[in-house]
């Protein structure tokens, strides 16, 4: 079974308006970590925003926000007045606890935004 | 500047010749990672390390060894290189396994085997 899952391989947004980036994840860890990063087309990954599964409120960084909603098990990355420049691949992750003791970051296989000018 | 330094940027190989990819951080982060990236799979972890001395197996470790004999160094070293390990090799780095403060990563290998 899929541990993070991506449903949208591609979108597409018009300039300056909101988009919405699914990220569905399965762990059975009480003390996760789901993250959002970005891959612009130079290739280099960067981190955008952090969610921990014990964080009550929603996590929000500038114009990104996570739509977390624990017991449907997603993660939304929100994009608020969308640029030009956040064409890229966004992928989400998640931390969880293994069986050895120790975290493992898992990746999702990313959606790739479009914005339109 | 304070990062995530791999090298080589991009790499050919003939099958069954081994290279070792390097990974340097300067940050003083324990945790270390190798992913491959590859089209339509996302990024996958083949080994990982919690601190110097101490490694461990991703999902796709086989074909590759790693060691982690100081903080700032995690070199991955394939062994004998196959066509399946084309790929895009990441490093990244984090100050604590349970971080919130997410990865670095390097600027990625582009690795081709012929």
């Known amino acids: 079974a899929q541990k993070i899952t991506q449903t949208q391989p591609g979108m597409f947004v018009q300039e300056k308006e909101a988009v919405t980036l699914d990220c569905t994840y399965d762990?059975?860890?009480?003390?996760?970590?789901l993250f959002w990063y970005k891959q612009p087309s130079s290739g280099e990954m960067i981190f955008l925003i952090y969610?921990?599964?014990?964080d009550q409120q929603n996590a929000t960084e500038g114009r990104y926000s996570l739509n977390f909603q624990k017991a449907r098990k997603s993660a939304n990355l929100v994009i608020s007045a969308s640029q030009l420049g956040d064409s890229a691949m966004y992928f989400c992750?998640?931390?969880?606890?293994w069986g050895s003791g120790t975290y493992k970051y898992i990746f999702g296989t990313g959606t790739r935004l479009k914005v339109l000018a | 500047n304070a990062g995530v330094t791999q090298t080589p940027k991009f790499q050919v190989l003939k099958t069954g010749q081994s290279m070792t990819l390097q990974c340097a951080q300067d940050?003083?982060?324990?945790?270390m990672s190798w992913y491959r990236q590859d089209p339509g799979m996302g990024l996958r972890l083949i080994h990982y390390s919690v601190g110097a001395g101490i490694t461990d197996q991703g999902e796709v470790p086989n074909g590759y060894n790693v060691s982690r004999s100081t903080t700032e160094d995690f070199p991955l070293r394939l062994l004998s290189a196959a066509p399946s390990q084309t790929s895009v090799y990441f490093c990244?780095?984090?100050?604590?396994?349970?971080?919130?403060?997410?990865?670095?990563f390097g600027s990625g290998t582009r690795l081709t085997v012929v």
């Open positions: 940050m003083n982060h324990e945790y």
């Open positions: 762990t059975s860890d009480p003390s996760y970590g």
């Open positions: 969610q921990g599964s014990y």
């Open positions: 990244a780095s984090s100050y604590s396994e349970g971080s919130g403060n997410g990865y670095t």
């Open positions: 992750a998640m931390r969880e606890l």
